[in-house]
């Protein structure tokens, strides 16, 4: 999903907000995001089953990603619209609401088409529900509060995927097939209405004691200003779209390969499935505050993408054990976000971020969502099997070409920041 936590500006209340209210509409609005990461990654624990029991191809498998991809595509385009127009409250209500339907869709019926409706309508609630609730934040929290309230947002939203990785060991009864634990997904989805009645009601009293201010201007792409970025932040689009294309993909698949390939039990898989994003929970403000005190901005994304550069040969080709390479996947997961969404901050004009971020996570949703039915196919036409743990090299290959091509997009920033036009990146205070 998005992972950029930074894509509005704050606006000063009215007049002071009690401290102790502000915190429990991050707790309840956070709730929200717990939900929706949760629903997007279900899919990796009933993955297997998807194919044992429904005979699901893993292009199919990698086309519920994109049809993700594709819903968000669509919802990115038309931009903040719906969410300026509506406000805050009613549109995490309306997204939260199409987020929790989708969820629900996905486990009506094992038939692809039903499933595939059901990650697109999940797509179009759960990307601008992420929109909201950060437009959301920044009616109650600024200045480096916004940045802490932010990071505490995002790691709720992580205990999602935490939990929904490690949903065989924990729900392990609902696993003899591959609709309940779906059910579950769905009824967790739930949260997202919760969470959006809890919000309507916090921000519907704080409104009747005229608190709030406006909340500042959500992501929306601006195609006259595409021409105006300068070749450093593209050299960092071009790095989101490998990266995201890289580790996102094989999330979704890693379920199916380490019992396919490395014969672990299902619990085994997802839980090593989510070292990433529990990794990440812990990991990236540490990394965040090491670039703030050092610098070297462009370095530490080398660094990271280097770090993510052997681990697919190594799960491919070695009898190393499994956690050796995950550890690697685990720090570069952490350290390249960690570092590369507020760099965008240090390229693009201030009055032109929204339209900054809009377009590298537009770029970042087409390579995902390509590179997710790719990786699908090619282990479909290499016959990737328990009987032919071979077949899934060509996938791993091309996860290593893209990480190959992080690596040149990640020199090619630090060559432009070391010389005469450089933004401040390597730099330990923001330039200008």
Known sequence: MNENPTAASTAMPLRPLSPSYRWLVLAVISLGMFGNYYVFDALNPVGPLLESQLHFTQSQIGLLDTAYNVAALLVLLAGGVIIDRAGTRKAVALFGSIAFLGGVLISLSPTFAVMFAGRFLFGVGAEPLIVAITTALAKWFKGKELAFAMGLNLTVARLGSVAADNSRTWASPLFSSWQPPLVLAGAIGAVCLASALGYWLLEA??????????????????????????????WVVGLCVTFYSTVFPFRRFANIFFTHVHGVSQETAGFLNGLLPLTAMVATPLFGLLADRIGR????????????????????????????????????????PAVMWPAVAYLVDEKRLGTGYALMTLCQQIGWGLGSWSVGTLNDISAASPTNPAGYRPGMWLFTALAVSG??????????????????????????
């Open 297 to 336: 901005r462009a370095q530490l994304m080398a660094i990271g993408t280097l770090l993510l550069l052997p681990t697919f040969l190594l799960l491919s080709y070695t009898h190393l054990p499994i956690g050796v390479p995950m550890a690697m996947m685990g720090i570069s997961f952490s350290l390249v």
């Open 407 to 432: 690596l040149v997009f990640s020199y090619l920033l630090w060559r432009t920041e070391k010389g005469p036009a450089g933004h401040g990146l390597e730099d330990r205070k923001p330039h200008g």
């Open 205 to 234: 009293r704080a409104e009747r004691r005229e608190v709030l201010g406006r909340a500042g201007e959500t992501d929306r792409l601006v195609f006259a200003d595409l021409v105006k970025f300068g070749v450093a932040y593209w």
